[in-house]
């Protein structure tokens, strides 16, 4: 089992969970995170001084998948994050062991 | 006793207005509240609320007799006729016709005391221990507050406070007394406490516009009490000390935006509520005593100029870290000489002309004499109270109890639990 | 020059009042701000605090005088007599013994004008570009508020404004100038700019639904100043129209509710809110001229037809973003109908008889005539300012501004750093 | 029909009052709402707009009649003249010279009706069927408070209320039919709904904090309409009533951080909003026969029994989650005993003297008697009332519902979206 | 040494953390998440528009164990995290290379 | 690939980021959680009611690197975020599969 984890625009957020579900996935954790990255963040003025807000607001999504989808989820999920500006966002993928479903104890591909 | 007569509608008024200026501190909390981080905002808002705690026991103790009681002689302090409201229960003040109840005028004069100090919070935001604070606010009211409102406010037919009694400057509302005042106070103590960590370092952004808005609407709203209500009646001089106060307030709103606009790029909205409680500022002084022209010129200017102070700050490293100095100082002093400039008797024929009206300077220079005064007397003596309580039971707290907050230090709670 | 003699407890009202309808657009800036998505909040409340700003000086500058000065025959508008206020310090305005300063009078409407306009900005949320709204306020006051004010509420004994002088319809605190205006301005404001981003699709939820219940009760407050205000004496009529407002404001939050109740499952905080605003729109107009329980039919059916009203958006697919045009537009209309149908003089003997009253339906058809022609009037003028803005400056920001957030993209600023 | 001839200062001032206590509700839902956790922040607010809704139908039909109306005979309730404010309109009430509309006065006893009964929803915080609350409204205030009132509030020539009329106990604001009423009640309602899920285990932490102060603040304000407007009239007894409000404020503020700097080693933010609370509740019986230094030991004395009490329910185990029987019904014992100490015929010739000033300990025995029998008589009355509720339509959502929160259960919304 | 995520109620945090410490782990990190999965959000309606908020709160555990402990520790969070009903969510076990704490540069399982 | 997680007090993101910045790190995901350690929360008091805040607030970063800079850059972590006291905090490295750069689909190395 793998754990896809993608940092995305949040504005995408709502169209990657469609896509994802059109995919068969139906389970998703999502996280409010703050960006550093190419994409610099804004600048805002408050009684003359000048603030600079350096990160960009972007939702972390992690989904837990079988070995064998995630080349495909990770396709899913480069069509419907993709906005062709900077800041997309990146994807990662890392191996996971154990899965477990805590209501039913569950284990392995059948918990996901 | 029998009560003896008293205009109703005077009364009505007044005790209106009283309870506006009473609400002027709460609003100044959120308006506070809302400018500093999160992990001092409830120290904060407390500041102002011990403000209203303290200063009201500390007024009807003594601080009313030393402010209003008959003068001791050279128009400098009251006496000790009025300790704990003795002799004001069912008497009157006021001219003929036009007598309120004692009680209403020592309760209106109470808010007024209470938000001056409260205002002082403001240069010492995030770093200010609280108890200090609390021993402050009564040294304060008593040496400088009662002494400088009896200059200003206490006419007792020539023999009262030196300022309205024997100079003849004039001040409606507060110029000196609370402007003025808070501004000079709030600079020597900006300057005894020293720089928040991270002053010029760190993004300090304001950490709930919203809250500073509606605290800048219901100080808005208060301030007519304020104003209209300095005028003791409810009649034609409350109503142009009323819209005066509307249209400077609002022009300051919009010109301290026009600035920004022009430096920065963008109006914002911290700049309105700013540029309004600036042009507030700059109207209470003359709001009894210009016409509403006067005012909207007095508004324009008190917006930009304030605008403009509010960053000498970061240029001269003193961190008077909500810009009362800015504000309060500054809005002041534009009001104070706005009178001496466009004061006319066509607005109050009890007024005087200024400068521009008459082309005769003599009302412009008893202004800058009182407002000058008041700033050197405020600073002075603010500065040495505050050394000295620096100096015993110490006024500032340590950097680490700064860096957590003084909401978790000083009040073992936190603002938001969302 | 002396001054005219005054009632002082007619001007300690007045006065009072004006203060209070001032507060109205601090409130409705909260009301309205915790409507919108946080990204636009500041923005929000910034179109309030602009109308205050620059709607002061349209006001004194020329607005009061279009609005009140002698009419110029047809009962159209007034001429340029108090342009700058000029002749307005120390004259007196009001019927023989309540007298009140001209200038409490200029103060005390200017604040409904001050309102109305900001009323609009709710049609146009999240969209409108700041610099325009600035512009749009100043021609709006000048071409569609003032005259409307000056038909509904210029009296001059026969020769003034053609709704309350000609025609006889009955207005007594602006369901025409104020609400039915704002209504109708609104649907052509949101028709011009256009649909958000997202309208119909995505969900725009409130951000802070207890700003709006604060919002909501604060206006509620300042209402009393508003309707009862209206009376410009502190008496019997006053004090039926506050009931008045009291009954109709609490009946429609009730009725709104019910309502929800029943087609949604769930009463909701935000129909409390919706629905007390409806009501004391719906009572706006009818409050001196009816009776309590005329009052309270009125706040029913009032809350129930806002309520109907406000999805009818959807439906016809323009985004009235915060509902103007179901609240104001449609409760201005229920209360204006309401006269024709419940006016008793009873409540005020120098009001009339409705329909269920008299039998006579004479009132009711003046009253219909006054709401349309308003309407219309308000629309089609409003209409083409908006167009002419949107064409020469632009009125509407770009989509990806838009998508961003007007805070950041038009005032360089966060609502919140929690 | 012609007016009678009014008092116009007294009719403003009486107006005013009402505006300010009116908005004393909606501050209350603010003050409760912080106070609360986020997942029921607008059910506890909505319970507070239910009673202005519910409250005001259920006043003009017949609340009015059943308090105010002349007595019929025991001096316990008022007959049904007034039902649907028959027999209002255009007549007056009050003393001769200082006459008001009788309708300005059912509006200003309006707001106490409302105020009162949604000081009870803080008992019953986080818990309770917003259905069966706006049941209990109707009934509470039809069984409990229209007779408290009458008793207390109906003076009648002596064939009036019996606590004012016979008795002669002096409660000059509401400390029997406001506090005490509202205490015991409150104790009654969390006993009969029981406890919350998590009480004395989980931190039920305040949400928001800023919203407790801010409500504080708009409550101090608004009860300066309450106390001094219940002079009914703008003289000296409005003057001393306010500032004795002020004092007692500010006064029971200080007391209550002091006292829990000694107990806990921090002055906290929600006990000086709390303490403020306190001081204002003991002196709303008091504020009109007591001095000024009276006033300021009544706050004193108010800030620390009320700081005391709140403890009490973790060690009692009943769930008054918003201590409104810490905060009222001790704050209105305090009030009302302190009357019968320190009252004084210095502060109002038609008062009385108390125990200390005197040495005749008979008004505090009337004062006594009144308090223990509001307090008996609401406490079964109410007990009975929700009772029944409890065992017909059910007063208490599901665990399930509690755990989830009753904004999304009971109102289908979120307080915030940020 | 393994990366143990847990994905469970917000409400249960309390118990489960409890729990954790009394099988010895003090250490936790824990962030507030949007969960979307089986267990379905639920509607508001504002003004008559009914909104769906299609995620539940939910509160994501991060604890750092040692190889031997995983077993053992998935147990007890299973245990306590488990109420039965549907969006009890998720456990997942991740190889983690190396740890170390900062204040010391400690590594590996001492610094866990 | 490696992820490079830390858990550091808030106060010290500034400086942890300069430090990266300088190290040549330019992407960095940040999430604001709740910690739990050695380090205690604080107490609050309520009318009297004391109320344990157990948790302290931390910082989580999240850094993809390529292998061969894991040491370096935990390193610089653990300098720039050091104050020598107790809740300094934990970094954690683990091993990830692959790395998509969203907007250009590119993968491994060049993606990061
Ligand atoms: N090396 C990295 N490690 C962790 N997160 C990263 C890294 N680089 C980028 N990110 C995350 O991806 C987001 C988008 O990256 P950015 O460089 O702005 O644009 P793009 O992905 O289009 O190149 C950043 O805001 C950050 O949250
Ligand atoms: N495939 C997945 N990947 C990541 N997180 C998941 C996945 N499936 C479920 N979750 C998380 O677990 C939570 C509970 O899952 P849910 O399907 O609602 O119930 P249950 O775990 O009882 O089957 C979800 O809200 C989500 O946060
Ligand atoms: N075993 C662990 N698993 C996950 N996170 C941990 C673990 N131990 C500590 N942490 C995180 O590191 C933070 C700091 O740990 P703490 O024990 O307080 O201090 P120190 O790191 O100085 O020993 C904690 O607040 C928690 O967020």
């Known amino acids: 089992m793998k754990l896809i984890t993608a940092v ?32 610099k963040g804004h600048t805002e003025v408050y009684r003359g001084a000048s603030v600079t807000v350096d990160f960009v607001a972007k939702s972390k999504l992690e989904i837990l998948v079988s070995d064998g989808d995630v080349k495909r989820i990770t396709d899913v999920i480069v069509a419907s994050a993709n906005t062709g500006s900077i ?13 477990i479903r805590v209501r039913t104890s569950e284990r392995g591909d059948a918990a996901i | 006793m ?17 309870a506006l200026v009473l609400l002027m501190t709460p609003a100044l909390s959120l308006f506070y509240g809302g400018l500093v981080r999160t992990k001092s905002t409830l120290n904060m808002m407390m500041m102002s609320f011990a403000a209203i705690g303290v200063g009201t026991i500390v007024w009807i103790l003594w601080g009313y007799s030393l402010a209003f009681a008959p003068d001791t002689g050279q128009g400098l302090i009251g006496d000790l006729t009025h300790v704990g409201l003795n002799g004001t229960l069912n008497t009157v003040v006021g001219a003929q016709g036009s007598e309120i ?12 005391a209470i938000i001056t100090v409260a205002l002082l919070s403001g240069a010492i935001a995030d770093r200010a221990k609280f108890g200090a604070w609390v ?57 005894v406490l020293g720089r928040r ?7 300090m952004r304001p950490h709930n516009i919203p809250f500073i808005l509606l605290g800048a609407g219901l100080l808005w709203f208060g301030w007519f009490g304020f104003n209209a209500g300095s005028a003791l009646a409810a009649g034609h001089l409350a109503s142009v000390a009323m819209i005066n106060t509307q249209i400077a307030t609002a022009a300051a709103a919009m010109s301290w935006i026009a600035y920004e606009r022009v430096r920065n790029g963008k109006p914002t909205t911290l700049g309105v509520a700013s540029g309004a409680i600036a042009g507030a500022v700059a109207i209470t002084p003359s709001c009894g005593f210009v016409t509403p022209l006067g005012a909207l010129v007095i508004g324009l200017v008190g917006g930009v100029a304030s605008a403009y102070a509010v960053s000498l700050k970061y240029r001269w490293n003193y961190d008077d870290s909500l810009d ?75 950097r680490d109890q700064e860096m957590t907050g003084l909401d978790t230090v000083e009040h073992a709670e936190s603002a938001y639990d969302l």
């Open chain 1, 8 to 39: 995305v625009k949040p504005q995408r957020v709502h169209a990657i969970k469609d896509a994802l579900h059109e995919a068969g996935i139906s389970g998703i954790t999502v996280t409010q995170v703050d960006g550093f990255g190419r994409q």
């Open chain 1, 87 to 99: 800041g997309d966002g990146k994807i990662w993928v890392t191996a996971v062991e154990e899965v």
């Open chain 2, 2 to 18: 029998t009560n003896l007569p008293i205009n109703g509608a005077d009364t009505a008024w007044v005790l209106a207005s009283a």
């Open chain 2, 101 to 112: 109840p004692t009680l209403a005028f020592v309760m209106f004069q109470m808010t007024f």
């Open chain 2, 135 to 191: 021993v402050f606010i009564v040294v304060w009211l008593t040496l400088i507050y009662a002494p400088v409102a009896h200059w200003a406010f206490a006419a007792q037919g020539g023999s009262g406070g030196w300022i309205i009694d024997k100079l003849g400057a004039l001040d409606f509302a507060g110029g000196t007394v609370v402007e003025i005042n808070s501004g000079a106070a709030a600079l020597a103590l900006a300057i």
């Open chain 2, 197 to 203: 960590e991270g002053f010029k370092r760190d993004a």
């Open chain 2, 324 to 398: 009362v100095v800015g504000i309060h100082g500054v809005g002041g002093f534009v009001g104070m000489i706005g009178i001496g400039l466009l004061a006319s008797k066509a607005a109050n024929s009890a007024g005087g002309d200024g400068l521009f009206i008459s082309g005769n300077p003599d009302l412009l220079f008893k202004q800058v004499i009182a407002a000058t005064t008041v700033a050197a007397f405020s600073f002075i003596g603010t500065w040495i109270i505050a050394t000295v309580i620096s100096r015993t039971i110490g006024f500032r707290v340590s």
